[in-house]
């Protein structure tokens, strides 16, 4: 106001104040139009016309500095603007100073009307399909039991309602976080995303419900943005999505982790059943002690066998034992066998050794000592009876012979003394001569008295 | 056992259960699977067990996120 | 002792059956084999006993927290 | 006469007693083999005692420390 | 005496008695084999003896070690 | 008279016997024959006896010694 | 007179009767002659007496020396 009332304004100075008016009027705003004259220079910026019925205006949209086309550049169209289409814009107004014209410079555009959403619609698909979102080997798998599930929809209304419900039903003690959005309009899908990027924030959630009952294409538009898509790509926690009926499928579905075709049925793959869970646990459990104890009692029954089968040497050392008696029995019979063979012969032999001995012949020799004995006897004595014999006869003719024997008729012999000589002749005797006279029966002495000379 | 997941406990226990059951270990392996098996089984079933549940509503006031009870819910979750 | 797995000494258990069933043993040797037979079989069953006691605890600990408490919790639930 | 082991013992009290019924020995002959064999039954009876005494003991503490648990579980297992 | 064996000793005895019976000896010879045969046959008699109560004796012995003991087994084995 | 052998003086005794019996000796002759008949016979016959009573003895002493324990085993082996 | 001998007295004791017998003595040689005859008559008595009792007394020496104790044997061999 102060420039305003200061005089003369140069050309430049009044673009200047102009586009300083206008953008700050029109800093933000959404338009909504037909594209035409759709140029894109080498530059690889965005040049067309938005047009209605009655009027245009130039537009402009600039490629990202960056040249990626990651969803917070809020300067991308995330589909192909095509000549023709309706479009809803957002951006601001700008004024190029040096030609004095006005232009939208757009940071975003939204395809509109059932052919263009349409048309927007496979374009993305198409597009996030190429640089591989959707694929299968991306997708998470969604944790079987989730103590925390994470829902995205609109806090009203049906849909959260069966959710809860249903988790609750299933599963009782999983707690159920729910980020409210608006699930329709254009601001939904920045609100998806902030709620995506508080989920994750927030922490502890396991796995993410995005939820929201049916609606047509164009209601459905926040899952069909490319920011949604992303995000949900990028989310490092699981995602169902759950939109709409069983036949539609948004991009939304395709990037998620799971499509649920309801949001009811999104709460079921979410929550397992608890009854089901603990079923199967007691199930579990009671094949684990059952396999446990089998395996005790098999190798109990194992163990039994073998120790059955342990062979007690205690039958082995009886038959040792028997076989052991019975030799030594057949060894003392053998040596007393032996010994008592030997005792039968001693005797024989010492029998025989007695026969044999010198008693025989001192018993057949003493009758032959006593015969020769006789014999002896009996040659002395013959000897001597002959001796007697012969000694007999001759003493008994000596007798006969006696001249002695003259004298038994009275005879006498006269012998001198001492000299004993007979006497013949009375003359060799003198008186007083002894001499001796022998008779048949003794002698006498006597002297002689006278001679008788003859 | 808070790192190990539900679904891999079951899984680690039925696997453990049907190895068991295929009865190919022997004593020592089979006492440890046991007791392995009842560590899962005593896991999960701890796990399901879990008392708590809330049902909350996430909001973000100045920059930070805080949550509230799900109050509509509530009272429509009792009926 | 406990060194020695059970499956090892259920092995040697039995390969000694086996010769001592061939019957081609000494007395000595049988008398060794008899012994050490004992020694696996009582050392078998010593672990037997062990694993049983170990598994009857197990199953007994595992059956107070997550069998019988069940209804409890069921219960808990409910109110 | 730990040294002498019983088989040896047992055959060499088989040859003795073959050698006496082939009956070519003279008497101190069959008498030094009575003695022999005598020496020889009885170490391999002294043998078979010991053996049996272990055997016995052997048994006994089995008996007490492994086989008398088996009926038990046997009954436990039925109930 | 111990020298002399058995075998030997009758073998003489045996001999000397042929020897006698053939009758050609003197009553000197006669005695003096005789006497020789006595020796020998009391020197036969008395390693009989011997033998016999060294018999006696070992198995005596042998069962006071061995042999008493078995009925008891016997017995064992048999109940 | 120990060196004069049994059988030699019978045969001195015979011949002076038979000489004696031919009858052709003086009185001092057969005296003399007579009187060495009578120490040859008496002799002779102490010869026997002698010969008898070792005989006697030695039969007495080895029965003493070792037939007598004879029927002793005979029986105890009959038995 | 020991130098005498039986025979020759007798021989001179025949010569002497023959010489009696032939008468042709005086009676002093008859007496002579048959003093002498006498005397060696009466010397061959005494000699055949002496002799005789020589005899005897060698029987009766030899028989209480050998003969007696000979009944008893006999009488021993009888019975």
């Known amino acids: 106001m102060k420039e305003m009332t200061t005089g003369i304004l140069t050309v430049s100075e009044l673009n200047k104040q102009i586009g300083d008016l206008l953008e700050i009027r029109f800093d933000l705003l959404w338009v909504e139009g037909e594209v035409s004259n759709l140029r894109r220079p080498s530059s690889g910026h965005l040049y067309f016309t ?25 300067r991308l169209p995330l589909f192909e603007l095509e000549e023709g289409m309706r479009i809803l ?37 198409l597009r996030l399909q190429a640089e591989g979102l959707f694929d299968p080997l991306r997708k998470k798998p969604i944790p079987y039991l989730p103590r925390k599930i994470g829902v995205i929809t609109s806090p009203t209304g049906a849909v959260i309602r069966d959710i809860i419900s249903i ?106 059943d608890r009854a089901e869970l603990k079923l199967r646990l007691s199930g579990l459990q009671t094949r684990l002690a059952k396999a446990g104890r089998r395996k005790l009692l098999q190798d109990q029954e194992r163990l039994y066998l073998h120790q059955e089968r342990l062979k007690n040497p205690q039958r082995l050392i009886a038959g040792f034992r028997l076989s052991l008696d019975d030799r030594g029995e057949r060894l003392l019979s053998l040596v007393k066998e032996r010994i ?49 014999k012969a000694w007999a006869l001759q003493a008994t003719l000596l007798e006969s012979l006696s001249p002695l024997a003259v004298l038994s008729r009275g005879y006498g012999i006269v012998r001198t003394l ?37 | 056992m808070a790192k190990e997941k539900f679904e891999e406990a079951m899984a680690k226990l039925e696997a453990l259960v049907r190895k068991m059951e295929a009865g190919e270990m022997t004593l020592e392996e089979s006492l440890k699977a046991f ?35 799900f109050p509509e819910h509530g009272g429509k979750d009792e009926s």
Not at chain 1, 109 to 125: F, I, M
Not at chain 1, 225 to 246: K, L, N, W
Not at chain 1, 432 to 438: H, I, P, Y
């Open chain 1, 50 to 74: 938005l047009k209605d019925e009655k009027s245009q205006i130039r537009a402009v949209i600039f490629k990202s500095p960056s040249g990626s086309k990651a969803f917070r550049n809020n």
């Open chain 1, 340 to 388: 008592s063979r030997e005792k039968q012969n001693l005797p024989l032999l010492s029998l025989h050794l007695r026969q044999a001995g010198p008693l025989g012949m001192v018993r057949s020799s003493r009758p032959e000592i006593d015969i020769l004995e006789n014999r002896l006897n009996a040659a002395i004595r013959r000897f001597f009876q002959q001796s007697r």
């Open chain 1, 89 to 125: 814009c957002r951006g601001r107004l700008a004024v190029y100073a040096p030609r004095g014209e006005y232009q939208l410079i757009l940071d975003s555009a939204e395809p509109r009307g059932t052919g263009a959403l349409q048309r927007a619609y496979e374009q993305l698909k």
């Open chain 2, 35 to 69: 007791e392995e098996g009842v560590r899962l089984s005593r896991l999960c079933a701890n796990r399901l067990d879990e008392a708590e549940r809330r049902v909350e509503l996430l909001v973000r006031e100045s920059q930070q996120l805080t949550v509230q009870p």
């Open chain 1, 167 to 272: 988790a609750k039903r299933r599963f009782s003690s999983v707690s159920v976080v729910v980020s409210p959005v608006r699930v329709q309009g254009a601001s939904a899908a920045g609100e998806i995303v902030q709620a995506f990027q508080d989920m994750h924030a927030f922490g502890g959630i396991d796995v993410l419900i995005l939820a929201r009952g049916g609606g047509s294409l164009e209601d459905l538009a926040p899952f069909n943005d490319e920011r949604v898509a992303r995000i949900i790509a990028a989310s490092t926690i699981p995602v169902i999505s759950a939109v709409g009926h069983e036949t539609d499928y948004t991009i939304a579905d395709f990037a998620a982790d799971l499509r649920a075709p309801t949001p009811s049925a999104a709460a079921e793959l979410a929550v397992p």
């Open chain 1, 418 to 454: 001492p000299h004993g000589r007979i006497v013949r002749n009375a003359d060799v005797l003198s008186p007083g001569d002894s001499f001796e006279v022998q008779v048949f029966r003794g002698r006498f002495r006597a002297v002689v008295e006278r001679i008788f000379p003859e």
